[in-house]
């Protein structure tokens, strides 16, 4: 019950009031929606504007429309809006404040100055892990101060965790236990369980909640919630948000933004959307690039033109060596989760129903991945 009320707070903290009208876009069984979002509008007594499906089109006409004074976001729906073109409603709307989580600071300042709202509140919440901050302040950056928001309600502590930026697993000492990350350098944030705060796992997915535990951190058989986030805390104790694991991975030694390599293929005239990851091959350090696409209606994936596009555009460690091809990538239902499930299918022709194809690169071409072409590279006969 406490996580709850803390949850349904949220709004209430951010500075929303009850003749507040709340546009809520994000899918209900979205954890940030459904419990800060709902719950914070019970609590305020606010109107609450629910949409069953973000739609980046609508999104300023329903602002416009339904006269919202208050909208909530997550980093990439910001993202979104911002690679749209310019609509007269994104001047025209009367939101006075955002709230919600992810927004990096590039960002940020985009979205006050092109969309004209006077105020973001930057949280961050973890339902399933119990935790959160909140920041008040109009200072471009960060989202909260360590500990601040639980202070107020529980005594719960978090760590920033020194990582292996390769496999993004924490780095344990000779002895076994994790670090904690120095001031200034990124760390993934992690929460202990203890009884009062307790993680109570994806429904029916014992797999993938025990992948979001890490034991033994800082002394034998403590547990630790690992929120798969990257965040940094400076010497005033201000907390940053600085990734999420899965929008950077590394591959030649090089550091690929994911974002990056997504924008540069959704240029392409037969490409609607691409979503872009990296995969682990036996054998290979790091991760390889790996692009769900989604084709334009009526088009055809063009290797060839894709491939050149490629050279001149991205640096060879950046390029997609698979893709995979989809019909639709459900990014705006699903956002972060949708990733976490794409690199853990990996490429295996065997598993995955969807076409692969493998970056053929003396053809200049993507050649479909078939088995035998997939064992030889996972065997180290084709080498990436
Ligand atoms: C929005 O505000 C205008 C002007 O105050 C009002 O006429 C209109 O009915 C409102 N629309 C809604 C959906 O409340
Ligand atoms: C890549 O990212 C890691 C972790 O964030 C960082 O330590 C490293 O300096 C970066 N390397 C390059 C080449 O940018
Ligand atoms: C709640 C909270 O910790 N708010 C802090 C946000 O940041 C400013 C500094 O920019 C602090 O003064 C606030 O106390």
Known sequence: ARTHQRNMIFFDMCGARSDDVIYITLPLYHMSASLL????????????????????????????????????YIGELCRYLLNQPMVAEERAHCVRLAAGSGLRSDVWRQFITRFGITQIREGYGLTEANIGFLNYTDEVGPIGRASCFNKVSSKIFCRLLRYDPKTYEPLRTASGRCMQAQIGEAGILVTPLTATNQFLGYAG????????????VFIAGDVYFNTGDLLVQDHKDFLYFRDRIGD???W??????????????????FIQEANVYGVTIPGCEGRAGMAAIVLKPDQRLNGKKLYNHLVKTLPAYAWPWFLRVQTSL???????????????EGFNPDVIHDPLYFLDVPQKDYTLLTIALYHDIVSGKISL
């Open 37 to 72: 979002g709902i719950g914070g509008c019970i609590h305020l007594g606010a109107t609450c504007v629910l949409k069953r499906r973000f739609s980046v089109n609508q999104f300023w006409k329903d602002c416009v429309k339904h006269n919202v004074t208050v909208v909530q």
């Open 205 to 216: 997915n014992k797999v993938q909640s025990e992948k979001k535990l890490i034991r033994d």
């Open 248 to 250: 950077t991975f590394r």
């Open 252 to 269: 030649k030694g090089e550091n690929v933004s994911t974002t990056e390599v997504s924008e540069v293929l959704g240029v392409l005239d």
């Open 330 to 344: 459900d990014v705006t239902e699903t956002f972060k989760q949708q990733k976490t499930k794409l690199v853990q």
